[in-house]
C-alpha cells in the first residue's frame, strides 16, 4: 500500500466517522464537531487527489490544494455561522439541541444515500 | 494538460464582462455600506438593484441578439486550469428573473426594514439589506458560474446569507428554523464537496462543458453524481428533504419568505440539473431519471396535503412551495430524452424552466401578499381572515392571481408550465406523471379557494391593525401579473431556452 492509498483510506474513515455523528449526534456542538471531522475528511482526499496528479501528469497537482484552502475558509465561515447561531440559541432558550414538535432526526437520516 | 479541442471555443466573449459585473456588483454595495458606516445602505441597495436590473436585461439581450454562449475567462486563465462564466439562454433568463424579483422585494421592503432620514439604521435592517445583496450575488453567481468548485463557493455564498435572513428578527422560534436550516445546508453542502473532489479525482477538471466529453458511465461518477444530487437535494428541499423548509420560510419576515421561497431554494435545483444535463449527459438513465421524478411526485402530494391542512397562511404557503418544487423533478425523467423522442423532450424543458419562473413570480406574490394580510390584521391565521378581501382588495387578488398561476389554471405561467409537462408525459409515454400532477392541481385549487373563501368572507368587526399602503398593494400586483403574463408564452418548446445547448435540438409544435 503506497501512502497516497494510506491517506486516501484515512481520509474515506474521517468522512465516514464525521456522517455518522453529525446524523446520529442530536447535540449542535457535536453536530458542528462532526462537520468539521468531515470536512477534514473531504480535504485530505483532495490532497491525495492532488499527489496522484491526476489532471497534470506532475509530481504534484496544485489546483486541488487551492482548492482545499477555498474549502477550508468556506469550513471556517459555516462553523463561525453555526456557532453564532447556537449561542444566541442557548441565550434565548438555554438549550444546546434543537428541541423540535417535529420528527427532525428521521429527517435526518434521509440524507444518507 | 493541453486544452483540448473542445475548449478552442472557450473565449472571453465581446459582452463577456457583464457576467462579472453581474455577480460584482451586489458585492460592491456590502463593501460600500460597510465602508459608509450602513447609514446609506437602503439607498445604496436600491439604486444597485436599478443597475442590476440593467446588467439583466443587457445579458439577456446580448444571448437573444447573439443566439450565443456568452462566456468570460476569469484573468484569460483557459479551464480546465481556469475558471469560466459562461450564459446560455437559462442563465440569461435566470438573472433577468432574479434581478426583477429581488427589486420587487427591495421595494417592498422599504417600509419594514428602511429608515427615515436622520435616523441611525437598526440592527436588523442592516442586517437585511447586507444579506439581500449578498443573496443576489450568490444566486447570479449559481447562474453564471460553469466550474463545479466556483459553484460550489456560490452555493455557499448563497446559503450564509439565506440563513441569517430568517432569524433577522431574532425571535427564538427562527432562531431554532434558522439553526436547523444550516444543519441541513451543512450535510448538502460537505456532501457535494466531497462529489466534486471524487470528480476532480477521476477526470482531473470540474469545468462542466469539459466534464460533459470525460464522463463515462463507472462507479466513480456514479458515486460522485449520487452525493452530490443528495447533498443539493438537502438544499433544494425536496422531499423527504424537506423538514426544514417551512418552520424557516414561514418564520422569516415577508420580503425575506419571499427571496428565500422564490429564488433561494432554485439555486441548487439549477445545480443539480446543470450536473446531470451538462456535465454528466451520460449518466441519465432511465432509473436515475424516475427516481428523481418519483421524489418530485412524492413532494407535490405530500406538501399539497400538508398545506391544506395547515392553520396559519404563511405555513400553508411555505408547504405549497415544496409541492411546486416537486413538478421542477418532473424535468429529469421527461426531458432525459431516452425514448429517443426529441419533441417530448424539448417540451419538457421549456416546461420545467418555465414551471421555475412562474413559480418564482407566483410565489413572491403570494408570500408578499401573505404579508401585507398578516401586517394589516396582527396574525396570519387563515380562520380568522374573513372581511380582509373587502379591507386589502388588490392584495387579495394578487394572492388569488398567484393561486391561478400555482393551480394552473389559464391564463398564467404556471398554467403554460403544466400543460408543457402534461403534453410531454403523454408524447413520452409516461402517464403516472400526468396522474400525480393532475391530482396536485386539484390539490392547489384545494389550498387557494380555502384562502380566497375565507378571505372574502363577510365580518363587518374587522378592524385594520395598521393602514397599507396602496404602493406596495399594488407592487405585489405586478409581480402576480408577472406570473399571469409568463403564460402569454407561446406554448411550443423555447428556443431561447436551448442556447448553448447545441445537442438539444428544439422542435416546433406544429
Redesign the interface.
Known amino acids: 500500500m503506497n501512502s497516497a492509498a494510506l491517506f486516501g483510506y484515512c481520509g474515506a474513515v474521517l468522512v465516514g466517522l464525521g456522517l455518522y455523528g453529525l446524523i446520529t449526534r442530536p447535540e449542535v456542538l457535536r453536530k458542528i464537531l462532526a462537520f468539521n471531522v468531515l470536512g477534514s475528511g473531504v480535504f485530505l482526499l483532495f490532497g491525495v487527489f492532488a499527489r496522484r496528479g491526476a489532471a497534470a501528469g506532475l509530481g504534484a497537482d496544485p489546483v486541488p490544494q487551492a482548492l482545499v484552502i477555498t474549502g477550508i475558509v468556506v469550513a471556517f465561515s459555516a462553523t463561525a455561522l453555526v456557532v453564532a447561531l447556537l449561542v444566541r440559541l442557548n441565550k434565548e432558550t438555554g438549550q444546546v439541541i434543537i428541541t423540535s414538535d417535529d420528527p427532525e432526526e428521521s429527517g435526518k437520516q434521509g440524507v444518507l444515500p | ?1 493541453m486544452p483540448d479541442a473542445t475548449t478552442s471555443i472557450d473565449a472571453t466573449t465581446a459582452d463577456g464582462y457583464l457576467l462579472v459585473l453581474a455577480i460584482v456588483l451586489p458585492v460592491v454595495g456590502i463593501l460600500l455600506s460597510l465602508a459608509l458606516g450602513g447609514k446609506f445602505i437602503e439607498r445604496i441597495t436600491l439604486a444597485l438593484l436599478l443597475v442590476g436590473l440593467c446588467v439583466a436585461i443587457a445579458i439577456f439581450s446580448a444571448v437573444l441578439r447573439s443566439d450565443q454562449l456568452l462566456v468570460y475567462i476569469v484573468g484569460d486563465w483557459q479551464p ?2 481556469g475558471i469560466a462564466l459562461r450564459a446560455d439562454g437559462i442563465s440569461a433568463a435566470m438573472v433577468l428573473t432574479i434581478a426583477v424579483i429581488v427589486l420587487a422585494i427591495g421595494l417592498f421592503a422599504r417600509s419594514e426594514f428602511g429608515q427615515q432620514n436622520g435616523k441611525t439604521v437598526t440592527r436588523s435592517s442592516y442586517a437585511f439589506w447586507t444579506l439581500l445583496l449578498g443573496i443576489w450575488s450568490g444566486l447570479n453567481a449559481v447562474a453564471l458560474g460553469d466550474d463545479l ?1 466556483n459553484l ?2 456560490a452555493l ?1 455564498l448563497l446559503t ?1 446569507a439565506a ?2 435572513l430568517v ?1 433577522v428578527k ?1 425571535y ?1 422560534e427562527t ?2 428554523a ?3 436550516y ?3 445546508a ?6 457535494y ?2 462529489g466534486s ?2 470528480i ?6 470540474l469545468d462542466i462543458a469539459l466534464l460533459a466529453d470525460r464522463v463515462r458511465p463507472e462507479p466513480a461518477a456514479w458515486t460522485a453524481a ?2 452530490m444530487t ?1 447533498g443539493l437535494l ?1 438544499k433544494t428541499a425536496l422531499f ?5 423548509l417551512p418552520p424557516a420560510h414561514a418564520g422569516a419576515p415577508a420580503p425575506g419568505s419571499a427571496v428565500l421561497s422564490a429564488l433561494v431554494v432554485k439555486g441548487s435545483f439549477i445545480l443539480i440539473v446543470r450536473i446531470w444535463f451538462d456535465a454528466m449527459p451520460g449518466l441519465l438513465t432511465f432509473t436515475a431519471a424516475q427516481l428523481l421524478g418519483a421524489l418530485g411526485a412524492g413532494a407535490i402530494l405530500f406538501g399539497s396535503v400538508l398545506a391544506l391542512r395547515q392553520a396559519r397562511l404563511k405555513l400553508l404557503v411555505a408547504y405549497s412551495t415544496i409541492a411546486q418544487i416537486g413538478y421542477l423533478f418532473f424535468i429529469f425523467p421527461l426531458a432525459a430524452g431516452d425514448s429517443g423522442n426529441e419533441l417530448g423532450a424539448s417540451i419538457a424543458w421549456t416546461g420545467g424552466w418555465l414551471q421555475l419562473f412562474s413559480h418564482a413570480f407566483a410565489k413572491t406574490a403570494m408570500f408578499l401578499a401573505a404579508g401585507l394580510m398578516a401586517e394589516a390584521l396582527g396574525h396570519d391565521r387563515i380562520a380568522e381572515l374573513g372581511g380582509i378581501g373587502r379591507a386589502l382588495p388588490i392584495t387579495v387578488i394578487a394572492f388569488g392571481l398567484a393561486g391561478l398561476s400555482l393551480m394552473g389554471v389559464p391564463p398564467s405561467g404556471g398554467f403554460v408550465a403544466k400543460w408543457m409537462l402534461l403534453s410531454a408525459t403523454v408524447i413520452e409515454g409516461q402517464w403516472w406523471w400526468a396522474a400525480v400532477m393532475l391530482i396536485g392541481g386539484l390539490l392547489a385549487g384545494g389550498y387557494v379557494f380555502m384562502v380566497l373563501g375565507k378571505a372574502l368572507g363577510k365580518n363587518s368587526a374587522l378592524t385594520l391593525r395598521a393602514p397599507i399602503s396602496r404602493n406596495r398593494e399594488i407592487l405585489v400586483l405586478a409581480v402576480a401579473l408577472c406570473a399571469v403574463f409568463l403564460g402569454l408564452v407561446p406554448l411550443q418548446p423555447s428556443d431561447f431556452l436551448a442556447i448553448g445547448r447545441p445537442e438539444m435540438q428544439m422542435t416546433a409544435l406544429q
Open positions: 494538460m480546465p486550469l468548485f460550489y463557493v455557499e450564509f440563513v441569517p432569524c431574532g427564538e432562531i431554532k434558522a439553526l436547523r444550516m444543519l441541513f451543512l450535510i448538502g453542502s460537505i456532501l464537496l466531497l473532489a471524487l476532480y479525482g477521476t477526470y482531473g477538471t449520487a452525493l443528495v438537502a423527504p428533504l424537506h423538514l426544514w
